[in-house]
């Protein structure tokens, strides 16, 4: 029954329902990725999932998780579900080829809510450019990314949340990926109040990244204002990359960024809205 319950907040004759979102790429590193234990003994899936439960995060939705951090931070988790595919699937290849193994990752959305379905989508993962298609092969950093879709019941309100993470440095790609989250926001904001999180790989400043948020404004949906720098120093990135989107009806209640030391290259970006 408890995880059905959701916060409120009197204000005059009237309750709000309150919600608390977060996004965080959670870095696959080989400490992660055979589990998060530390060498001094400390377990970062611990970490991850002691600070979901004490933020009383409603949905989280994370980056770069791989199978065995999944697992181990579930373990730890109370009340707690994972949500989402992986980029390479369930199969034998990805469960015993060592290369694939390490880059299966899943945007999982982390919740405690009532969950309804599940979808894991591929995003397009073939530049529309030639001098593009020539980088990733180069730099090897041909990588499928996928994003996932997740139905959460929350007082009456049926939420499509979504998360993702998106390419890197490969702008032309980068410009399909964001016209395919344009289009599955469009279809899913018919029947549903829609939320979008993730490592987008992109500033503000960015010209087709600044085009998708034209777009999503028409849309009426508004992105939570956050200028602090969210990813490694050793970027060149100046603000933010890492986003949350949310309905531009809903009221941003609180926002911020906390860091996560040693657990990840990034900061948790969050807030707390009311529907």
């Known amino acids: 029954m408890f995880s059905f319950m959701i916060k409120y907040k009197y ?79 369930n199969n034998i290849f990805s469960r015993h080829i060592r290369l694939i193994k390490m880059y299966n990752e899943n945007n999982n959305i982390i919740t405690n809510k009532k969950v309804l379905k599940q979808k894991t989508k591929v995003l397009p993962f ?35 949340s979504m998360n993702t993470h998106l390419s890197y ?32 790989n992109m500033e503000v400043g960015n010209r087709y990244f600044d085009e998708f948020n034209q777009k999503l404004e028409i849309l009426k949906m508004k992105k939570i204002d956050i200028i602090d720098k969210t990813n490694s120093n050793k970027f060149k990135t100046k603000t933010a990359i890492d986003h949350i989107y949310i309905p531009s009806k809903w009221k941003v209640i609180d926002k911020g960024i906390k860091k996560m030391d040693e657990v990840t290259d990034h900061l948790e970006v969050y807030a707390k809205v009311s529907l």
Request: charged content about 30%; aromatic content about 10%; proline content about 1%.
């Open 11 to 89: 204000v005059g004759s009237d309750y709000m329902s309150i919600i608390k979102i977060g996004t965080i790429n959670l870095k696959n590193d080989e400490i992660n990725r055979n589990g998060g234990l530390r060498s001094d003994g400390v377990s970062n899936a611990r970490i991850i999932a002691d600070h979901i439960m004490n933020e009383k995060f409603d949905i989280l939705g994370t980056q770069e998780m791989t199978r065995k951090f999944s697992k181990v931070i579930k373990d730890y988790l109370k009340d707690y579900n994972l949500y989402g595919g992986y980029r390479y699937g």
């Open 126 to 160: 073939i530049p529309s450019k030639l001098i593009d298609l020539k980088y990733i092969l180069k730099h090897k950093i041909f990588m499928i990314r996928i994003l996932t879709i997740v139905f959460i019941k929350i007082d009456g309100y049926i939420i499509c």
């Open 169 to 200: 440095k490969v702008p032309s790609l980068q410009k399909r990926q964001l016209k395919y989250l344009l289009k599955k926001i469009e279809k899913y904001q018919k029947k549903y109040e829609v939320i979008l999180t993730g490592d987008f």
